[in-house]
């Protein structure tokens, strides 16, 4: 057995708006169903930021302990977990989705992430900022062999979600998606996971850093929205006969593109809905979403099989989107950069070495 510590750094908020305190916390016993995770290293997502400021309509639990992109290694486990659901020194990663009742309708149709009584990582239970962590061992990702865990941290949100969320859309090889917000942590992934599905890539965001990193990327086309005085325009322009993407992938955390993609998809086309920003409403126009027969579609992170699918992806060498490493007592600085939209693809935070 790993020699597991008493207590172990982690960063906590105390109440909505923060701050983020670094300090040290008791290590949790797994119980029933459970794993405890040797959290190596854990990706930010702006989930986490909005947990930080009470963005959204459900509260968190609190003192919280955010973070829901661990990797790690199973270190204990309730006395009930057996072999065939979760080995001891296994690679795993703790989700968004800790837990979920397996039973309800939605978990029965696969729709876990609908579960009537979901267990919410890094929000309604403490998640991967710390260098330990509960999850239930039906729920946890398995990371294959080999697989590095600070490149595929930022895929147990970020990849998961885009991945479903291209499935969703119904596009298929050939064919162009539109991601706006692709500078960001789901966006990056999201350009990477529509090239390994053989699409065509209309990256939409802000900045030359970001227009660097997704021209390395190799998206055909990208769209500085700060600098496109008619984006509609622009958006149908980059595409081939000028009728506009196939789908449109929201990951952005403004409301102003919830608002403006049903204009610019293709007649037929889908506007899938990821990204979001605090109070915000999605808008269309009737008559033309009418005439172009447009579909808009919702999606929310993904099933214990489309994680196992985009891991796959991830082992097979088909995802690299840009990642910068640093320590997990530096979090406040991420959020700060975070919140002013500095951020081109992901930061992921290391766990400090045992003491
Ligand atoms: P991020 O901060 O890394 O990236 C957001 C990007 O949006 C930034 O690059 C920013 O420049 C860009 N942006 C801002 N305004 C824009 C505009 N008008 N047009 C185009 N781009 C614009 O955030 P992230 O971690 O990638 O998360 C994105 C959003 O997705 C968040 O709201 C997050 O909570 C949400 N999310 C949803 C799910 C889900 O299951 N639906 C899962 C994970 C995250
Ligand atoms: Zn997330």
């Known amino acids: 057995m790993p020699n597991i510590p008493t207590e172990q750094w982690a960063q906590v908020i105390e109440k909505v708006g923060g701050p983020v305190e670094y300090k040290k916390i ?24 909005h947990a930080v400021n009470g963005d959204w309509p459900i509260p968190t639990k609190l003192p919280l302990v955010g973070g829901h992109e661990g990797a790690g290694i199973v270190v204990a486990r309730g006395d ?20 979920s009742c397996l039973s309800c309708t939605f978990c029965q149709q696969a729709d876990e992430p609908l579960c009537l009584t979901p267990k919410l990582s890094g929000y309604t239970v403490d998640g991967s900022f710390q260098q330990y962590a509960i999850a239930s061992a039906k729920h946890v990702a398995h990371i294959p062999d080999g697989v590095p865990l600070d490149e595929v941290s930022p895929v147990l949100c970020a990849g998961i979600t885009v991945y479903k969320g291209l499935k ?45 990193m997704s021209e390395k990327m190799g998206c055909d086309a990208f769209i500085d929205f700060a600098k496109s005085s008619d984006i509609t325009k622009d958006v149908r322009a980059a595409t081939n006969d000028g009728l506009g993407p196939h789908a449109v992938i929201l990951v952005a955390v403004n409301e102003k593109p919830f608002q403006q993609a049903a204009e610019y998809v293709r007649p037929r086309g889908t506007v899938i809905v990821i990204g979001l920003p605090a109070n915000a409403y999605i808008r269309a126009p009737v008559f033309e979403s009418v005439l172009k027969m447009v579909r808009i579609q919702a999606s929310y992170v993904g099933n214990r099989q489309d994680s196992a699918e985009a891991l796959d992806f991830f082992a097979r060498g088909l995802i690299h989107a840009p990642f910068k490493t640093v320590d997990l007592k530096d979090l406040p600085d991420v959020y700060e950069k975070m919140h002013k939209g500095q951020i081109a693809g992901r930061y992921v935070l290391k766990m400090p070495d045992p003491e």
């Open 26 to 49: 008791p290590v949790a016993k797994p119980g029933p169903g459970e794993v405890l995770v040797n959290i190596k290293y854990s990706g930010v997502c702006h989930t986490d930021l």
């Open 80 to 99: 009930d977990v057996t072999d065939d659901v979760c080995k001891i020194g296994e690679a795993v990663g703790v989700k968004w989705l800790n837990d």
């Open 168 to 212: 969703e859309s119904g596009v298929r090889p050939g064919q162009s998606v539109a991601i706006v917000g692709a500078g960001g942590g789901l966006g990056s992934l999201a350009q990477q996971y529509a090239k390994a599905m053989g699409l065509k890539v209309i990256a939409i965001d802000s900045g030359e850093e970001k227009k660097s």
